[in-house]
């Protein structure tokens, strides 16, 4: 079974300083990885995805995250933050070669301060 | 349309009456998907759909729901009897072929509100 473990349920940082949202994965298979963007009162936005080519991957808005199987993470950063960043983040982990569906972590809220 | 839709974007019910919730997913696309996101939690999957057929119906909570896709386009998600539990945004997505190969594009969700 797959499961993903988001262990920040709140991230706040100032405008303009890097920002760490944590996640660790379970997976029976390989998986594949997602971070989605929730932002208020909008749908769920593909930030990146990871497939089984480079470990690291760029996702949009300047976002990238690392995966690395040997702590089973993949954690998405972000150098320097902009106020438009502030959302709910989601880890997402999915069987790519079994059950075709998504499982969310609980998510991640992120504040940004001026 | 260009991304998935979804009808209603708002649904208020009492408490015992049923309720249908539509989604239209991006034109082409074989695989649809519906995920249930409660108050402060992260999306839960309900069912997934390849074509016209429910490949995967393990998330769906109880024999009060139910979804169909009869022409393997528009889908309807179904539930008799709604509970004061059942309120929560109800999403739909749609990809391509399946997730091993492309991405998963959300509609904006149903806020359904049992009372």
């Known amino acids: 079974a797959q499961s993903v473990t988001q262990l920040d349920s709140h991230v706040s940082v100032s405008e303009g300083t890097p920002v760490l949202l944590r996640c660790n994965y379970s997976?029976?298979?390989?998986?594949?990885l997602f971070w989605y963007v929730q932002h208020p009162n909008k749908g769920l936005q593909l930030l990146l995805k990871?497939?089984?080519?480079?470990?690291l991957v760029k996702g949009i808005n300047g976002f990238e995250a690392e995966f690395k199987k040997s702590e089973t993470s993949f954690h998405l950063t972000k150098p320097s933050a902009h106020m438009s960043d502030a959302a709910e983040y989601f880890c997402?982990?999915?069987?790519?070669?079994?059950?075709?569906?998504?499982?969310f972590g609980q998510g991640t809220r992120l504040t940004i301060n001026p | 349309g260009a991304g998935v839709s979804q009808t209603p974007s708002n649904k208020v019910t009492e408490k015992g009456k049923y309720v249908e919730l539509r989604c239209d997913p991006i034109?082409?696309?074989?695989?649809l998907y519906w995920y249930r996101q409660s108050l402060g939690q992260g999306p839960e999957f309900l069912i997934y759909?390849?074509?016209?057929?429910?490949?995967?119906d393990s998330g769906l909570p109880n024999d009060r729901f139910f979804a169909v896709r009869p022409e393997g386009s528009v889908s309807t998600l179904k539930i008799q009897r709604t509970e004061r539990g059942d309120s929560a945004v109800y999403l739909c997505?749609?990809?391509?072929?399946?997730?091993?190969?492309?991405?998963?594009?959300f509609g904006q969700g149903t806020r359904l509100t049992v009372v």
């Open positions: 034109s082409g696309h074989t695989a």
């Open positions: 997505a749609s990809s391509l072929i399946s997730l091993g190969d492309t991405e998963a594009f």
């Open positions: 990871y497939t089984s080519a480079a470990t």
């Open positions: 997976s029976s298979y390989s998986p594949s």
């Open positions: 997402v982990v999915s069987d790519r070669e079994g059950a075709q569906k998504l499982v």
């Open positions: 759909f390849q074509g016209t057929g429910a490949a995967d």
